[in-house]
């Protein structure tokens, strides 16, 4: 079985030990026998402070929701919030609480996950107030594999805070040593690697069972079509939120499930298959209101490509049903349009591309940045 950080703090005792230790984690942070990293570390260590990102330390709250400041009723440690409203980063007050930051959330590997922005967020921070930040590693459920474009600059945001690929292909861990050193941070970092993940390996080889990190990935199978249909949330489509199949059902009420079906089946696209969807969602897009759709059932994950997928899919819709699809208006108080933000540039909302040129950038992003990663890979 593979063994993530927290499996492994034992061997790290020095390095934790005497120290108030703050903790970034979340409900995926477990080991392998799904023991919290809240009580192991509050156990064997001087934990002082949580800091609750999305989705809150315990994973009790929805998607988007506010974090508040609260005492958590099973170890009495102040929660603070690196999901505010006005702002997502730590204070100087919160660090004045600890001499490090531990950080153990399951990440996903896909760019748009807010997990990795709060980890590049506390880096700059505790770069800036001289603590040292911990990272447990976890491994990519995803593996080595990176797809889709990179993130153009001026199109940072909490959904996008670097210069990644949709889908990037490292660890938490890895992704933390490539920003310290790309962005000269500065950051005290260390990482307490995994044991055993040959980095080519996807979740089902772990020996892991499958913990949702957030309410809206509940499989293996979402995070495999998560970098590709994530990017329906900038738009007016459902992407199956409200069903029991979030980011593998996708449509609208004015969508023909049988229509949309055949026209993605002609495409004939590797290591997957479709089926049509019929569903209500019982919240989020179209709450109570009956919708047709397609859902997405990935045959072969080493062959699948969830971000071509994903952009044939959109543009199959946004152009068999151009006068219904919408792009989303921008958020208040943000001027840029969700979409943008995801797809990490305006080519798909400006229409400054085609999908044809679109898919030979993600071919061409993909591999530069393949090459790119190499140098902080921590596994073979």
């Given at each position: 079985?593979?063994?993530?950080?927290?499996?492994?703090?034992d061997?790290w005792?020095?390095?934790?030990?005497?120290?108030?230790?703050g903790?970034?984690?979340?409900?995926?942070?477990v080991?392998r026998?799904?023991n919290?990293?809240i009580?192991?570390?509050?156990?064997?260590?001087?934990?002082?402070?949580?800091f609750?990102?999305?989705?809150?330390?315990r994973?009790?709250?929805?998607?988007g929701?506010?974090?508040e400041?609260y005492?958590?009723?099973?170890?009495?440690?102040?929660?603070y919030?690196l999901?505010r409203?006005n702002?997502?980063r730590?204070?100087k007050?919160m660090l004045?609480?600890v001499?490090?930051?531990?950080?153990?959330?399951?990440?996903l590997?896909?760019?748009?996950?807010?997990?990795?922005?709060?980890m590049?967020?506390?880096?700059?921070?505790?770069?800036?107030y001289?603590?040292e930040?911990m990272?447990?590693?976890?491994?990519?459920?995803l593996?080595?594999?990176?797809?889709g474009n990179?993130?153009?600059?001026?199109?940072?945001?909490?959904?996008?805070?670097?210069?990644?690929?949709m889908?990037y292909?490292l660890t938490v861990?890895?992704?933390?040593?490539?920003?310290n050193?790309e962005?000269?941070l500065?950051?005290?970092l260390?990482?307490?690697?995994?044991e055993?993940?040959?980095r080519?390996?996807m979740q089902p080889?772990?020996?892991?069972v499958?913990?949702?990190p957030s309410?809206?990935?509940p499989?293996?199978?979402?995070?495999?079509?998560?970098?590709?249909?994530?990017?329906?949330?900038?738009t007016?489509?459902?992407?199956?939120?409200?069903?029991t199949?979030?980011?593998e059902i996708i449509?609208?009420?004015?969508?023909?499930a049988?229509?949309?079906v055949?026209?993605m089946t002609?495409k004939?696209?590797?290591?997957?298959?479709?089926s049509?969807?019929?569903?209500?969602?019982f919240?989020?897009?179209?709450k109570?209101?009956?919708?047709?759709?397609i859902h997405?059932?990935v045959?072969?994950?080493?062959a699948?490509r969830?971000?071509v997928?994903g952009l044939e899919?959109?543009?199959?819709?946004?152009t068999i049903y151009?006068d219904?699809f919408?792009?989303?208006?921008?958020?208040?108080?943000?001027?840029?349009?969700?979409?943008?933000l995801?797809?990490?540039?305006?080519q798909?909302?400006?229409k400054s591309a085609?999908?044809?040129?679109l898919?030979?950038?993600?071919?061409?992003d993909?591999?530069?940045?393949?090459?790119?990663?190499?140098?902080?890979?921590?596994?073979?």
């Amino acid at each position: 079985m593979v063994k993530n950080g927290i499996d492994c703090v034992d061997r790290w005792h020095k390095v934790l030990d005497g120290k108030r230790l703050g903790l970034i984690t979340s409900i995926s942070g477990v080991d392998r026998h799904l023991n919290s990293t809240i009580d192991i570390l509050h156990r064997k260590y001087r934990l002082t402070a949580l800091f609750g990102p999305e989705h809150g330390v315990r994973g009790n709250v929805g998607a988007g929701g506010d974090v508040e400041d609260y005492i958590d009723t099973d170890t009495g440690l102040p929660v603070y919030s690196l999901y505010r409203k006005n702002s997502k980063r730590l204070t100087k007050e919160m660090l004045d609480q600890v001499d490090a930051v531990v950080y153990d959330i399951q990440d996903l590997g896909v760019r748009y996950y807010t997990f990795i922005s709060t980890m590049i967020y506390a880096m700059e921070e505790c770069a800036r107030y001289g603590k040292e930040l911990m990272i447990l590693d976890r491994y990519n459920p995803l593996g080595d594999l990176a797809e889709g474009n990179c993130l153009r600059p001026g199109f940072e945001s909490f959904v996008g805070a670097y210069s990644l690929c949709m889908r990037y292909g490292l660890t938490v861990g890895e992704l933390a040593l490539m920003v310290n050193e790309e962005k000269n941070l500065g950051c005290r970092l260390t990482v307490i690697p995994c044991e055993g993940w040959n980095r080519h390996s996807m979740q089902p080889e772990t020996g892991h069972v499958w913990v949702m990190p957030s309410p809206g990935i509940p499989r293996y199978e979402t995070a495999l079509v998560y970098a590709g249909t994530c990017l329906f949330e900038g738009t007016n489509i459902s992407e199956g939120r409200g069903t029991t199949a979030p980011f593998e059902i996708i449509g609208a009420p004015f969508v023909d499930a049988g229509k949309l079906v055949k026209h993605m089946t002609e495409k004939k696209l590797p290591g997957v298959l479709f089926s049509p969807a019929y569903f209500t969602p019982f919240f989020s897009k179209f709450k109570g209101v009956a919708c047709e759709g397609i859902h997405i059932h990935v045959t072969d994950s080493l062959a699948f490509r969830s971000t071509v997928c994903g952009l044939e899919l959109l543009d199959a819709i946004k152009t068999i049903y151009e006068d219904c699809f919408a792009f989303l208006d921008p958020y208040e108080g943000s001027t840029r349009r969700m979409e943008d933000l995801l797809f990490g540039s305006d080519q798909l909302t400006k229409k400054s591309a085609s999908k044809d040129e679109l898919l030979a950038g993600f071919e061409r992003d993909a591999k530069a940045f393949s090459e790119r990663k190499k140098a902080y890979h921590l596994y073979e």
